[in-house]
Each structure stands twice: as structure tokens, then as C-alpha cells.
């Protein structure tokens, strides 16, 4: 059954199954937000006197009836039906007769997958940012734990000067404060109700836009009903940017745990069970899951070109093309927690190796401190540079490791500004 059918008219089978597509596969992740919609507009029609208070008690009835199938894993998309939407108006006239023919009223299929989507996505920016919270809490606890243990910090790939492991964990839970701002920009874009907008230029009919957007939670609605059918692909662009944000700083801190967990650095390390071996060389203690998480976030930093480039040169209106965004947005959820799931469980396993600085190696990283420590005794700075750099050529520079390091100001090594970074993150939560 399709909803856009008429009398006496077929589809070819062939174009049939290439329109439809993988629609009925991501369609079940759309049906409990579909109905949840269909519940909003159908109390909406009783208002506006579309629908009369018995039908609208039976559909509701029945709508939760389906709503329960679906929480329970026991609804599916029959092979002759080609949507959730068609479905579940399929369900209701078989259950309860003309009443469920009446619940499109008002609605086209643009505006209902419209509403289906931002509530998914709202769900799911929902779940995404508990992980994201989870592996931040982690990374500030282990920051602390480990703020004593010093790291050599690289430029270049060249070693340059002191930091530690708390600095370094420091810094990617403060990049994913800045992450989350772009996930609540977008989960402030998804919070708008399309519902009501019909195929793109409203409806003749007197529905209140207002009361669906106020049952079904959304911030405000969308306004001018063209740009309610615009903002499909739009919305899902914007969404997978912030998916591509939190990527890169999982990408870039599982980067770093392969090479820290390289024998040529060794600063870490992990248990047996976390890494891998190889099929000829027994001592191969293999970084997999992290090389994994690294080449799975580089592929989410693709979505929103892919999505960009779906979107290309479209006009306003809704177009086919829209269907596909379905393909390529849902699945990089899954790809998303996966990645997270996999970081904090590895990170709470994580050991440090101390010492590390002490190696002959890493004395250069100390060039800055001895050029510092004359420049507090009163000679230029430039000076006091030129002196240390001649010692470096000669090959007579030497440093007291057993002197503490003062580092004091905002966000170095001796001050974390560890609560500053998790009250910028409550700060953003908050929003």
C-alpha cells in the first residue's frame, strides 16, 4: 500500500523496489517517533474539529497499542508496504476501521518523515551526549590522577618542552566542551517542529502548529512551511557536523594512543586483553582498537561532505533525494557510541609509565626552563636564548632534573584548571 496510490494505477516492480530502497530497514528506527507524532496531530485534529472525540479515543487507543509493539521489538515493515507511515495507517484501519483512515488529515508524508527525523535526532543527540559526558568525566578524573607524571610534549614530532599526562588528558576532555557547543547548536536546530507544514506550503485546513510543537516537547516550530520542507538535509547536515567534530578529537586522541603505546615511545600501556597479537610474531601486543576507532571517526568526518554533496544545486521543495540522508546519517549513531564505548572502557584501564624524562633523550625538553630561569635572574630574554643555544651546539647543556617545576598559570602543567573545564562543560549541558 502507498499512501500517494490511485485508483487503477501500478507501479513497475522494478521501479518500484528502486524508489523504496533501504527505506524499510531505516524506517524502524523512525516508528516510535512516528507514532508519537500521529498521537501529537491526532489530538490536534480533535481540536480543530477534524476528528471527533470517540475517533480520536480509539486511535489514541490504538496508537499505543502499536507504540508498545514497537517498544517490544514486535512491529515490522511487511514487504508490501512501503514505509512506517504506511504501515502503521495500515494497522490502525485494519484495528479500528474508518477512524483510521481519517489520522492524515492535515499531513503529508514530506511533513510526517520531517517530524519523524527531528525526533529521532533529538533522541539520539540525547544519547550521544551521555557518552560524551561519561568519557569527559573519565578523562578529567584520569587527568588528576596522573597530573604529577611527566610527559614529554612534542612539536613537529620533535621533542620540545615538559608537560604531563594530566595536561595531555586535560586537553581533549576541554576539546570536547567545545564539541558539545556544536552538538547543542545542533540539537537547538533539531528542536523544531515541521509538523503542519504539509507537502511544503501548509493546508487548507485550520491546524494548530502551536499545540503539536507543545506536545510533542519541541523548542518552537518551524514557521514558513517551505523552509519546514528546506531544512530536511539541511538539519541532518548540521547534526552530522557536530558528529564529525566529536570524531576528530576521538580520532586524534586514539592517534596519540597508538603512539604512546609504540615501544620506540612506550609512555603507556595497556592489559593483554585490550590489544592484539600478530599471526608470526609473538610479541606483537597490536594498538586494533584504537586504529580502529581512528579510522572509524575519520570515516564520520565524511558525513558532511557526503550530505553536502547530496544536497547540491537542489531547489526549494522536497525532492527524492532527501530519502537517502536516511542512509547516511542513522547508522553513524551506532558507529558514534561504539567508538565512545570503546575509549572509556580502554582509558579506565590505562597505565602510565613514570620517570620518563629522566632518559638522557629528553633532556633538550628543558631548553626553555634554562633559558626562563636566566631571564627571572635579569638577563634578556633574547639573551639569555642565545646563551642556552650555544650550550645545545656544544653540546654542553645539562639541566637539574631534580629541580621541581614551577608552572602556575591557567592551564599548564602545575595548574590544570581541572573544575574551569568541568564548569564549562556543566555550562554547555546546561544550554
Given at each position: 500500500?502507498?499512501?500517494?496510490?490511485?485508483?487503477?494505477?501500478?507501479?513497475?516492480?522494478?521501479?518500484?523496489?528502486?524508489?523504496?530502497?533501504?527505506?524499510?530497514?531505516?524506517?524502524?528506527?523512525?516508528?516510535?517517533?512516528?507514532?508519537?507524532?500521529?498521537?501529537?496531530?491526532?489530538?490536534?485534529?480533535?481540536?480543530?474539529?477534524?476528528?471527533?472525540?470517540?475517533?480520536?479515543?480509539?486511535?489514541?487507543?490504538?496508537?499505543?497499542?502499536?507504540?508498545?509493539?514497537?517498544?517490544?521489538?514486535?512491529?515490522?515493515?511487511?514487504?508490501?508496504?512501503?514505509?512506517?507511515?504506511?504501515?502503521?495507517?495500515?494497522?490502525?484501519?485494519?484495528?479500528?476501521?474508518?477512524?483510521?483512515?481519517?489520522?492524515?488529515?492535515?499531513?503529508?508524508?514530506?511533513?510526517?518523515?520531517?517530524?519523524?527525523?527531528?525526533?529521532?535526532?533529538?533522541?539520539?543527540?540525547?544519547?550521544?551526549?551521555?557518552?560524551?559526558?561519561?568519557?569527559?568525566?573519565?578523562?578529567?578524573?584520569?587527568?588528576?590522577?596522573?597530573?604529577?607524571?611527566?610527559?614529554?610534549?612534542?612539536?613537529?614530532?620533535?621533542?620540545?618542552?615538559?608537560?604531563?599526562?594530566?595536561?595531555?588528558?586535560?586537553?581533549?576532555?576541554?576539546?570536547?566542551?567545545?564539541?558539545?557547543?556544536?552538538?547543542?547548536?545542533?540539537?537547538?536546530?533539531?528542536?523544531?517542529?515541521?509538523?503542519?507544514?504539509?507537502?511544503?506550503?501548509?493546508?487548507?485546513?485550520?491546524?494548530?502548529?502551536?499545540?503539536?510543537?507543545?506536545?510533542?516537547?519541541?523548542?518552537?516550530?518551524?514557521?514558513?512551511?517551505?523552509?519546514?520542507?528546506?531544512?530536511?538535509?539541511?538539519?541532518?547536515?548540521?547534526?552530522?557536523?557536530?558528529l564529525a567534530n566529536l570524531a576528530a578529537t576521538l580520532g586524534r586522541l586514539s592517534m596519540d594512543m597508538c603512539l604512546y603505546l609504540n615501544q620506540n615511545f612506550g609512555f603507556i600501556s595497556f592489559p593483554p586483553e585490550l590489544?592484539?597479537?600478530?599471526?608470526?610474531?609473538?610479541?606483537?601486543?597490536?594498538?586494533?582498537?584504537?586504529?580502529?576507532?581512528?579510522?572509524?571517526?575519520?570515516?564520520?568526518?565524511?558525513?558532511?561532505?557526503?550530505?553536502?554533496?547530496?544536497?547540491?544545486?537542489?531547489?526549494?521543495?522536497?525532492?527524492?533525494?532527501?530519502?537517502?540522508?536516511?542512509?547516511?546519517?542513522?547508522?553513524?549513531?551506532?558507529?558514534?557510541?561504539?567508538?565512545?564505548?570503546?575509549?572509556?572502557?580502554?582509558?579506565?584501564?590505562?597505565?602510565?609509565?613514570?620517570?620518563?624524562?629522566?632518559?638522557?633523550?629528553?633532556?633538550?625538553?628543558?631548553?626553555?626552563?634554562?633559558?626562563?630561569?636566566?631571564?627571572?635572574?635579569?638577563?634578556?630574554?633574547?639573551?639569555?636564548?642565545?646563551?642556552?643555544?650555544?650550550?645545545?651546539?656544544?653540546?654542553?647543556?645539562?639541566?637539574?632534573?631534580?629541580?621541581?617545576?614551577?608552572?602556575?598559570?591557567?592551564?599548564?602543567?602545575?595548574?590544570?584548571?581541572?573544575?574551569?573545564?568541568?564548569?564549562?562543560?556543566?555550562?554547555?549541558?546546561?544550554?
Open positions: 500500500m502507498k499512501l500517494w496510490s490511485k485508483n487503477n494505477t501500478s507501479t513497475h516492480e522494478m521501479v518500484e523496489t528502486f524508489t523504496v530502497g533501504n527505506d524499510r530497514i531505516f524506517d524502524l528506527l523512525l516508528a516510535e517517533h512516528d507514532v508519537l507524532g500521529s498521537l501529537a496531530h491526532t489530538a490536534m485534529l480533535e481540536k480543530v474539529g477534524l476528528l471527533d472525540p470517540q475517533e480520536r479515543i480509539l486511535v489514541h487507543r490504538e496508537l499505543n497499542v502499536i507504540l508498545e509493539e514497537i517498544r517490544a521489538g514486535k512491529f515490522q515493515i511487511d514487504a508490501d508496504q512501503e514505509d512506517v507511515h504506511s504501515q502503521v495507517e495500515y494497522l490502525l484501519t485494519q484495528r479500528i476501521g474508518d477512524a483510521g483512515k481519517k489520522i492524515h488529515a492535515g499531513r503529508s508524508r514530506n511533513d510526517q518523515v520531517a517530524v519523524d527525523i527531528k525526533l529521532y535526532l533529538r533522541a539520539e543527540l540525547q544519547g550521544v551526549t551521555q557518552s560524551v559526558q561519561t568519557l569527559f568525566d573519565l578523562l578529567l578524573e584520569r587527568s588528576e590522577h596522573f597530573k604529577d607524571v611527566l610527559l614529554p610534549g612534542y612539536t613537529h614530532l620533535q621533542i620540545a618542552m615538559p608537560s604531563s599526562f594530566g595536561l595531555w588528558l586535560g586537553a581533549y576532555a576541554e576539546s570536547l566542551v567545545d564539541d558539545m557547543e556544536t552538538v547543542t547548536a545542533a540539537a537547538r536546530v533539531v528542536n523544531k517542529n515541521p509538523l503542519g507544514s504539509g507537502a511544503g506550503y501548509g493546508s487548507s485546513f485550520p491546524l494548530d502548529r502551536r499545540m503539536t510543537t507543545e506536545l510533542l516537547g519541541f523548542e518552537t516550530l518551524h514557521f514558513n512551511s517551505v523552509y519546514a520542507q528546506m531544512s530536511r538535509g539541511k538539519t541532518e547536515k548540521i547534526v552530522a557536523q557536530s590489544t592484539t597479537g600478530s599471526s608470526i610474531m609473538p610479541h606483537k601486543k597490536n594498538p586494533d582498537i584504537f586504529e580502529l576507532i581512528r579510522a572509524r571517526c575519520n570515516r564520520l568526518q565524511a558525513l558532511p561532505n557526503e550530505l553536502a554533496l547530496l544536497l547540491a544545486n537542489l531547489p526549494s521543495g522536497y525532492h527524492r533525494d532527501l530519502q537517502l540522508t536516511k542512509e547516511i546519517l542513522f547508522p553513524a549513531f551506532g558507529e558514534m557510541q561504539g567508538c565512545f564505548a570503546m575509549m572509556t572502557h580502554a582509558l579506565g584501564y590505562m597505565e602510565v609509565k613514570a620517570d620518563i624524562l629522566q632518559d638522557e633523550k629528553y633532556r633538550y625538553l628543558f631548553s626553555v626552563e634554562a633559558v626562563n630561569e636566566k631571564v627571572k635572574q635579569g638577563l634578556p630574554f633574547r639573551e639569555a636564548y642565545r646563551q642556552v643555544g650555544e650550550s645545545i651546539d656544544a653540546g654542553t647543556f645539562r639541566f637539574d632534573l631534580s629541580k621541581p617545576l614551577h608552572h602556575t598559570h591557567e592551564g599548564s602543567i602545575g595548574n590544570l584548571c581541572t573544575e574551569d573545564i568541568r564548569r564549562e562543560m556543566r555550562k554547555v549541558l546546561d544550554r
